[in-house]
Each structure stands twice: as C-alpha cells, then as structure tokens.
C-alpha cells in the first residue's frame, strides 16, 4: 500500500512539474508544450485546434521514422544542401547566408534538412508496399471526366520582371503598376513547347493576372512572370496525356495512403492533454 501511495505522488509530482514548465499534451510519451503550440499558430496562422493536430502528427511522425530506423548521415544533409544550392544557381555558402539570415542557426538548418530527408524517405517506405501502377482503363477514365484539364495553351503572353535583388522584385511584385528602382519589364509571348515540362507547368497552373513563383537566372538575378492571356488553347490527345494523368492519380492515391496509415497510427497512440 505505501508503494503504490508513493508511486501515485510520485506521479502526481511529475504531472504538476510538466504543467509547470509549460507541456500541454504528450504524444506517446512525448511532450508538446503550450509555446510551440503558439509558435505554430502565428507562423502559420491557423487556429489552435489545427497546429494540435499538426504537432501531434508530426510526433506520430517522429516515431515512425525511428521504427523504421531511418538514419540520415552528414554527408547526406551536405549533399542535399549542395543540390538545393545548384537548383537555385547559388554557391552552398550563399544558400546557407539566406538561410541563416532570420535568425536560424547553422545547426537547425541542418536539421531542418534531415528531418526534410528522413519524411521522404519515411513516405517512400509507406508507399512501397501499398501503392499500385494505374491501369489503362483507369487512366481514360479520369482523361474522360477531367477533360478541361488537359485544355492546354500553346504559348501564353507575359510581361517578365527581373532584378538582381529579390527585395526589389518582390515589392514590384506588390506593386506591379509601380515603378521600382532595380526592376526591369518587358512584354513577352513564350512558346510553351520551347520550355522544360516542369518550368512549363510553372505557367500552366498560374492563373491569369497572377505572378509565377520567384525563380533564378543563370546570371545571378532573380525573375517572375506576370501572366496576362494563354494563347492557341487546344486539348491534348489522350496518349500525349497519359504521363501527366498517371502523376495525378499516383499523387492522389499516395495521399490517401498516408493519410490512411497514420489515421491508423494515431487511432492506438497514447495522447494525453494535460490542459487546454
């Protein structure tokens, strides 16, 4: 009896320390405190409930990439910031300057980066053995049903805003009548087979009067697109969109496979609220 009344104070004293220092609800055993709760909220303004479940799923997330024993070296994370850096026609040192220059230390970008590498590793694992390839039949289905999506331009008129500083273009950006200092524009009409796929789709799923995302130039300067009118529209032949229709289908079943497993994962966690 005295045993299980000094385990029971014993507990009751682990439980007030942990209100005291702020720890809101433990996932599996791991606390998430009242702060990163807040801190959650205001970066990505959204309301309590939702930065509660977003914390709660990424310590379900935590778990589970030490389940599958995940490992992510250093040589890895240089690898990966060195291809981030080439992606962005940056020098490594220039990419961890901008990186850093928020106020975030070297060592949490770096865990930022094997956190990033670990999920995506984590996802491929999760897919591997529940994902499978789309049929024929499946794919004129959708091609059938979505066919406003394969309605594609041939060109798409443009008015291009260039600036070596990303400052600069980003306040042309708010202000795209004004002219800022630094910020050069020019009327374009680009030929969208003359394009890469991928920065082809850049243009496709910008709407009209709207700017493409920031993107770099070989000659370290910085360009975005305001896009007025898509010209020549005309639908795709089902065999030309075959490739495109199979990504859509695969990254829909990916996200219900996910989300599905870690439904799952959280129905038989231990998640206990301290307090609201």
Known sequence: MKKIICFLCFSALILQAEIIAGVAIRVNGHAITLNEIAKLQAQMKISKKAAIDMLINERLKDDEIERFKISVDEFKIDGEISQIAANANMSKDALLTKATRDGTTLQEYRNSIKKQLQTKELMQRILASNINTSSEDELLSYYTKHKKEF???????????????????????HSPKAQIQG???ANET???????????????????????????TG????????VKERLGEKMISFEEAKPLISQKIMAQKEQSIITEHFNKIRSSANIVTLRE
């Open 219 to 226: 000659g370290n300067g910085f360009v975005s697109f305001l």
């Open 151 to 173: 309605m594609l331009p041939s060109s798409v008129r443009v008015v291009r805003y260039m600036a070596h500083n990303e400052g600069d273009l980003q306040k042309a950006m």
């Open 183 to 185: 910020v050069q524009k």
């Open 190 to 216: 680009i030929s969208l087979s003359s394009l890469s796929p991928q920065i082809a789709q850049v243009f496709l799923h910008t709407p009209n009067n709207e700017f493409t995302p920031v993107l770099t």
